[in-house]
């Protein structure tokens, strides 16, 4: 072979093998793992620790959404390859276990706590049998990013305490409420209507559904949660250890009937994206906007534009992930579920743009790539 030959050759093998490598986001499309198996990490949340992306999620099986496995990580350097780390928390084989095979384990989070060098996990739990009915929150621990974790329990949270804001006549109704507990009364507006779940739910526990976790720069965490049989979301504060509540809480969007909730924060100002209930259906998200954790929050409106903005690209969010050493630089993170087969439901990650208010909009790519999306910060940059 001449020297000519050879050169073509090495040439198109690299031309070759740097398309086959090329990674990029291709939202709903399959995205095969390591082994080249489909992604099964459903309502899922990332967390960086030391280099690596940990991506925790729901797994799911070809024809129910219950939990048979557990909760999966993945891992991953540039957000577009990803290795199969397996089951993070699995589900168990004792009937007497809140987290029995058959139970529903959803939209699991993960947190490290720096104190005390420990993993954090909190998801949704709903009692194998019992429906969508417990609305608890199950936590569990590890020493390890990709587990074994180790369930603690589950909690209906914050039971009687009250929120940091409440006014005079709802806490009077809340202390009547066991000698004389209030009943559904025709024409009661949505607030109206959370009001009295709250009330009825005060002494045991709060209702907590679809869910995430938030880490301030301060280092302290909170739990974010659709509360009130979803008409309400309660953001929670976690004690040092994050895996208790302190009792410090609020009620936010009260009456709004949001779910899907992903917190970030951006330039100072903290930022929420949730989506309307309607199920596994898309329906179209709604961005927040506060100056304090605890609000006043303000409605931005929808944040998605362009074609099926009205359905977030026929996904539900799940978590908006911040990238490492990219200026100002967040992933949207959705859902597109597949409730007939769950085991295929797809992703949608988008790069969240901002304006110059700071307001946040999510366009659809068809492909991307976080690496070049955005500019690398530059020396001395603040992420
Ligand atoms: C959605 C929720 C999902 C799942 C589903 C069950 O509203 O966001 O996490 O709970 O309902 O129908």
Redesign the pocket.
């Known amino acids: 072979m001449t020297h000519a030959v050879a050169l073509i050759l090495v040439t198109l093998v690299t031309i070759c093998t740097a398309s086959t490598n090329a990674q990029t986001i291709r939202s709903g499309e399959l995205w095969p793992d390591s082994d080249g198996i489909h992604i099964n990490a459903h ?1 899922g949340g990332i967390l960086f620790h030391e280099g690596t992306y940990y991506w925790f999620g729901e797994h799911k099986s070809a024809d129910t959404s219950r939990a048979l496995v557990g909760i999966r990580v993945y891992t991953s350097t540039d957000l577009t390859s990803w290795t199969n780390a397996g089951v993070a928390l699995a589900v168990s084989d004792d009937p007497m276990s809140e987290i029995v095979s058959g139970c529903v384990i ?2 699991p989070k993960v947190l490290y706590n720096q104190a005390n060098d420990t993993f954090v996990m909190w998801f949704h739990l709903e009692i194998k049998g019992h429906g ?1 009915n417990a609305a608890r929150s199950g936590v569990a621990v590890s020493d390890s990013p990709t587990g074994p974790f180790t369930y603690l329990g589950s909690v209906r949270p914050n039971p009687a305490r009250f929120p940091i804001t409440i006014s005079d006549d709802l806490r009077e109704r809340a202390f009547k409420a066991p000698r004389a507990p209030e009943t559904p009364t025709p024409g009661q507006t949505k607030p109206q209507i959370s009001d009295r779940l709250f009330i009825r739910d005060i002494y045991g526990g709060h209702m907590a ?2 869910m995430t976790l938030f880490l301030d720069d301060d280092g302290t965490a909170y739990h974010v949660f659709a509360s009130e049989d979803n008409f309400t979301l309660h953001i929670a504060e976690l004690d040092d250890t994050f895996t208790r509540h302190t009792g410090r809480y609020e009620r936010v969007l009260i009456g709004g009937h949001r ?2 909730p992903a917190l970030f924060k951006r330039e100072g100002r903290y930022h929420l994206i949730t ?1 309307g ?4 259906a898309p329906n179209a998200a709604e961005h927040h906007v506060a100056d304090s954790i605890w609000g006043p929050w303000t409605s931005t409106g929808n944040p998605c534009t362009g074609d099926d903005a009205d359905l977030t690209f026929r996904s ?1 969010s799940t978590f908006v992930l911040p990238v490492q050493g990219k200026r100002d630089a967040f992933v949207f993170m959705g859902d597109r579920w597949t409730p007939e087969t769950p085991i295929d439901g797809r992703y949608v990650w988008l790069p969240i743009a901002f304006d110059d208010a700071g307001t946040p909009t999510i366009e659809y790519l068809e492909e991307w790539n976080p690496g070049d999306h955005w500019a690398d910060i530059s020396p001395g940059g603040a992420p």
């Not at 209930?277 to 596994?280: I, K, L, Y």
């Open positions: 309502g959803e939209r969508y559904r679809d779910e899907a989506s209930c309607t199920g596994w539900q």
